[in-house]
T-cell receptor, first 115, second 113 residues
Framework: EAQVTQNPRYLITVTGKKLTVTCSQNMNHEYMSWYRQDPGLGLRQIYYSMNVEVTDKGDVPEGYKVSRKEKRNFPLILESPSPNQTSLYFC??????????????FGPGTRLTVL | QKEVEQDPGPLSVPEGAIVSLNCTYSNSAFQYFMWYRQYSRKGPELLMYTYSSGNKEDGRFTAQVDKSSKYISLFIRDSQPSDSATYLCAMRGSGGSNYKLTFGKGTLLTVNP
């Protein structure tokens, strides 16, 4: 079954305590990305990756790091979380076919609370 | 002016109605346009993906892009209660940063039986 998995699904932490949210996909997709979703602000892209070792900033990269050492994994790292990073986070993977079709799947989301 | 504007609604329609959802944008570099559906407490689901201007149809869904007016639409025909969700538009350019997506804030749609 094609899927994007994220862990943990829920996390409550404290300011300054480093954390990593993992994202893994089983579809061999080239593209992966991270988003945060906040009430009134919608969905905003944090980082994206076009392939292994190729990443770039989205609209709101401050306070986040990513790495893409393997095609299937794209972890999101918060080195020193702050309360303004409390949000719902989604990982997504996608691929584009030669006929212009796009396959894109989102993970189930990670609800993060930073106290 | 925000790059992508989308009326948040809420929009409430009776079952069977034709629904029209819209977004406007300001960045003329946007070349690819997407519509997503997001059910409560779930991740977004890609519904439609179009390139440049024109129409694209998929079942009950039709996406329209008018680049001259910087305006995109999603039409849902014969709407069903199962279409009740938040609909998000998104767009991106082409070239070097061709996977940076910008989203609208979403429109909450309720289809009443």
């Amino acid at each position: 079954e094609a899927q994007v998995t994220q862990n943990p699904r829920y996390l409550i932490t404290v300011t300054g305590k480093k954390l990593t949210v993992t994202c893994s996909q089983n579809m061999n997709h080239e593209y992966m990305s991270w988003y945060r979703q906040d009430p009134g602000l919608g969905l905003r892209q944090i980082y994206y990756s076009m392939n292994v070792e190729v990443t770039d900033k989205g609209d709101v990269p401050e306070g986040y790091k990513v790495s893409r050492k393997e095609k299937r994994n794209f972890p999101l790292i918060l080195e020193s979380p702050s309360p303004n990073q409390t949000s719902l986070y989604f990982c997504a993977s996608s691929t584009f076919t030669g006929t212009g079709k796009v396959w894109q799947f989102f993970g189930p989301g990670t609800r993060l609370t930073v106290l | 002016q925000k790059e992508v504007e989308q009326d948040p609604g809420p929009l409430s329609v009776p079952e069977g109605a034709i629904v029209s959802l819209n977004c406007t944008y300001s960045n003329s570099a946007f070349q690819y346009f997407m519509w997503y559906r997001q059910y409560s407490r779930k991740g977004p689901e890609l519904l439609m993906y179009t390139y440049s201007s024109g129409n694209k149809e998929d079942g009950r869904f039709t996406a329209q892009v008018d680049k001259s007016s910087k305006y995109i639409s999603l039409f849902i025909r014969d709407s069903q209660p199962s279409d009740s969700a938040t609909y998000l538009c998104a767009m991106r350019g082409s070239g070097g940063s061709n996977y940076k997506l910008t989203f609208g804030k979403g429109t909450l749609l309720t289809v009443n039986p």
